[in-house]
């Protein structure tokens, strides 16, 4: 995979879906399944009063439809090429636990709630941004206004994976890119840069 070419689709793809794009856009219906179908199965679990219990469901929703490899690479920013192979052994079994730990959080935001699709956005072939909301929200309440939105990726082989997720414009993935790209630059850069980011993840991760 050239993971270069994907991190420069994936920042246009994200770029398009927080600004006014130039050009038509059109719904998805697939994507749009798809992304039900996730919320459908996290359902469940957002209605365990057990938190160890409603933790460990969203975490098996996470491995199954989150694309941890892709978001990896995403958010080391222009470092992506400069991680080594022995970096990498270490990088990417950490940044997996530490990332689907932030799902897990981000998710259990909305326990007892029920979020539902309304509408998607194309913004390439491969990139589709869909939108959902708190179906059972009533009015004045705290996320009766909150958009969160779904960046799904087709793969070559035509699989969809979600790649990054967001409430009212802000995306996981770009947040942590700053963060983790700013770590680097902090630390000199690639490689002793990139090992003091495993270093702080790990330390994250063993909190």
């Not at 995979?1 to 006014?20: G, P, S």
């Not at 969203?58 to 991680?83: C, E, N």
């Given at each position: 995979?050239?993971?270069?070419?994907?991190?420069?689709?994936?920042?246009?793809?994200?770029?398009?879906?927080?600004?006014?794009a130039a050009s038509p856009a059109f719904a998805n219906d697939a994507a749009e399944q798809?992304?039900?179908?996730?919320?459908?199965?996290?359902?469940?679990?957002?209605?365990?009063?057990?938190?160890?219990a409603q933790?460990?469901?969203?975490?098996?929703?996470?491995?199954?439809?989150?694309?941890?490899?892709?978001?990896?690479?995403?958010?080391?920013?222009?470092?992506?090429?400069?991680?080594?192979?022995?970096?990498?052994?270490?990088?990417?079994?950490?940044f997996e636990d530490y990332a689907r730990s932030i799902y897990q959080e981000a998710l259990t935001r909305y326990s007892g709630e029920r979020l539902a699709v309304t509408g998607s956005v194309d913004r390439s072939e491969k990139n589709i941004f869909v939108q959902s909301k708190v179906a059972n929200a009533k009015p004045g309440d705290e996320y009766a206004d909150t958009l969160i939105e779904w960046w799904v990726h087709v793969n070559n082989d035509g699989e969809m994976r979600i790649v990054d997720a967001g409430a009212d414009g802000i995306f996981l993935s770009i947040e942590q890119q700053e963060t983790f790209t700013s770590i680097i630059a902090d630390n000199g850069g690639p490689p002793a840069g990139i090992d003091a980011l495993i270093e702080n993840i790990r330390e994250k991760v063993d909190d």
């Open positions: 995979m050239d993971v270069m070419n994907f991190i420069q689709k994936a920042a246009v793809a994200v770029l398009l879906a927080v600004t006014v798809f992304v039900q179908k996730v919320l459908d199965e996290a359902q469940p679990y957002l209605e365990l009063e057990d938190e160890q933790l460990d469901g969203i975490a098996t929703l996470v491995d199954k439809y989150v694309d941890m490899r892709h978001i990896g690479y995403f958010v080391l920013g222009k470092y992506a090429r400069q991680i080594t192979s022995e970096q990498k052994e270490e990088y990417f079994p950490l």
